[in-house]
């Protein structure tokens, strides 16, 4: 741990929420703490989160008194605010985003890593007085519902008052999650400041933060420390910092995995439901996918969750899984009515929104809400705007933080702690070229092999080329707490412990791909419904499928097209296999796999052999 100051009586008055009386051994150890992280810190009071609506209705009040938040008009959107970040301060910082594992190989090529001895200097002098003049609030909070088979606690000590407030919105918080502790659940530690003390009489910035930024996890001793930001994925460490790469850590020694996925159930027409987990890159739809409306008749889809599955294998030896999360923290740029209605509706009230642009009418505006901008608007950073201006009004990387309980899709059961038996886990990226509109791996190295290659391009490539590719295996490239090749063969471990009748079916699918003349040859959106029909289909044993050298795909006269019109040229290009290009992007794989120096599995590296042997024999 970090070497503190000797710990005195705290310096901070309690104010508002105090810890509970207790002489349990876990909140005593919570206790000893928290003072340990005062006494480094020194905030002027401690809160302790009790995760009540007065609570919540009074850190709303405070934030929007000192400015850091702006009420929206209720009229339009009750219960709703809008947050204006500092413009250094709009996204995840990837670079200064740390595994500190004692062994440099256990982190990885693909992370940062640095020695934790030498962080744990570093960030005792950030800490040292970082939350003078603030308050510091204690944050007990449960990823999935409190007291379930497949949850875990945390405690997030923070200086940021939005950040509490996010947190309350993605997590379930509060008193349920401290008699957890009190009864002895194992809790992970979680410290977070936005790195900005107050001198005595300083004002405050509308948003606090520090140039200098350090997200730093700890995966021997299970910790994040975070400094100097206050925007999502950086300051609710619950969500990214906890719940991927600190839980795929524990999942890895459990035998577990802790997944950048959605989490849907598909309903047939008869009635029959399926759950389906998806991996995407970022900027590929997974939240379009979460909260799909299928435009074939009959089908229905509920959301379950859209960004973060756990996801662990049952008494029945099915593989089952949980939404941790309890909010969607999602992109508002692209969310309108003709992309994802279902997310519009969500939004109705009740939302925290970020470097979103603000109406005349006190109401919310962002690029693709509605087809036409209004005539005026305040931008992000606050400035008058108009669509004359030439730039966007909402910040690219806009968000709104908002309860799952409000998107009208929801499952009923998407809180159940056991979660939901898995029949198909689905990749994607976004791919111009050579990835068909759907493929199913032949078995569970396939398919872990198809995952271990999910890649975007940059760059539009020519026919017959593959583009410029941003590998990112599972979704998971900034997202696993540990070496990936380590991580691709807990996944093939985990798969040799499912009966294979009971493992789920993988596939991949891509909705991305470009013709010739640079056109989408895929509708996409709603359509999308009918890739899954494919999907359940084959999970029932309806339909064959064709044998490829890259896997299964579908005959062409099984997809169901009724009603839209795909010309049978561009179906063809849809599921074209190049050998000479898919032999290229073979090549590019194993200068993928060779970047994790001799660590990825056997079953892998045989995969890309049996692959480009099949490919040379087409
Ligand atoms: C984030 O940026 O904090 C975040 C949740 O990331 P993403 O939306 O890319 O998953
Ligand atoms: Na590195
Ligand atoms: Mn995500």
Redesign the pocket.
Same mark, same amino acid.
């Given at each position: 741990t970090l070497t503190f100051r000797p710990s005195t009586a705290p310096a901070a008055v309690p104010a508002g929420g105090s810890p509970p009386p207790s002489t349990s051994p876990g909140l005593i150890a919570l206790r000893l703490w928290v003072d340990e992280v005062v006494a480094l810190t020194k905030p002027d009071r401690v809160h302790w989160v009790d995760g009540s609506a007065a609570e919540h209705d009074a850190l709303m009040r405070e934030l929007v008194a000192e400015g850091k938040l702006i009420k929206l008009n209720p009229e339009w959107r009750p219960g709703s605010y809008l947050a204006r970040t500092h413009p250094g301060d709009v996204?995840?910082v990837e670079a200064r985003t740390f595994i500190a594992s004692e062994n440099e190989d256990d982190a990885g090529p693909t992370n940062n890593w640095v020695a934790p001895d030498e962080i744990r200097g570093t960030l005792t002098s950030l800490f040292a007085g970082s939350m003078r003049g603030r308050t510091l609030y204690v944050v007990p909070f449960s990823m999935g519902a409190v007291g379930g088979p497949l949850s875990h606690i945390g405690v997030q000590l923070t200086d940021s008052a939005y950040a509490v407030a996010s947190i309350g919105i993605m997590t379930r918080v509060g008193t349920p999650v401290l008699r957890e502790i009190e009864n002895g659940a194992p809790w992970v530690r979680t410290v977070h400041s936005v790195g900005a003390p107050l001198a005595p009489g300083q004002a405050d910035a509308a948003w606090p933060c520090n140039d200098e930024k350090y997200i730093v996890h700890f995966p021997d001793t299970l910790e994040v420390w975070s400094f100097g930001s206050g925007? =999502? =994925? @950086?300051a609710?460490l619950a $969500? $990214?910092c906890f719940a991927l790469r600190i839980a795929s850590v524990i999942g890895r020694d459990e035998g577990w995995l802790a997944e950048?996925m959605l989490l849907i159930r598909v309903i047939d027409p008869s009635g029959r439901a399926y759950h389906l987990a998806a991996a995407f890159p970022?900027a590929c739809g997974k939240t379009n996918l979460a909260m799909l409306r299928p435009t074939i008749p009959g089908w229905r889809v509920e959301t379950l969750g859209d960004?973060i599955a756990w996801i662990r294998k049952g008494a029945d030896g099915r593989m089952w899984a949980i939404n941790p999360e309890a909010g969607f923290? =999602?992109?508002a740029p692209g969310t309108g009515e003709s992309t994802n209605v279902t997310a519009v509706e969500t939004l109705w009230g009740n939302t925290i929104f970020t470097n979103v642009a603000l109406r005349p009418d006190g109401d919310v505006w962002w690029e693709g809400l509605t087809d036409e901008a209004p005539p005026h608007l305040t931008d992000w950073r606050g400035e008058p705007w108009t669509p004359d201006s030439g730039r966007p009004a909402a910040h690219p @990387?806009s968000r709104f933080t908002v309860p799952a309980a409000q998107c009208p899709q929801i499952a009923d059961d998407w809180e159940t702690p056991e979660g939901v038996p898995l029949d198909a886990i689905i990749f994607g990226g976004r791919r111009a070229t050579n990835v068909p509109l759907v493929l199913e791996a032949t078995d569970w190295a396939h398919g872990v092999f198809l995952g271990s290659t999910v890649s975007s391009e940059k760059t539009a490539a020519a026919e017959g080329t593959v583009g410029e590719l941003r590998r990112d295996p599972f979704a998971m490239l900034p997202f696993c707490g540990y070496n990936m090749a380590d991580y691709f063969a807990h996944w093939l471990r985990v798969g040799q412990s499912l009966r294979f009748d009971h493992a789920p079916r993988i596939f991949q699918v891509n909705w991305f791909r470009k013709g010739a003349d640079g056109r989408f040859l895929w509708p996409g959106f709603g359509e999308n419904a009918r890739v899954i029909d494919w999907i359940i289909r084959r999970i029932d044993g309806k339909v064959p499928a064709v044998t490829t050298p890259i896997g299964r795909m579908p005959r062409l006269s099984d997809l169901n097209l009724d009603g839209i019109d795909v010309p049978e040229a561009d179906l063809e290009q849809l599921f074209e296999i190049d050998p000479r290009s898919w032999l290229d992007e073979a090549d590019l794989t194993e200068e993928f796999f060779a970047t994790f120096g001799g660590r990825i599995p056997a079953a892998l590296t045989s995969e890309l052999s049996a692959l480009r042997y099949r490919l040379r024999a087409a």
């Open positions: 996204a995840r925007y =999502g =994925g @950086n609710i $969500k $990214k950048h970022s960004d923290f =999602g992109v @990387n």
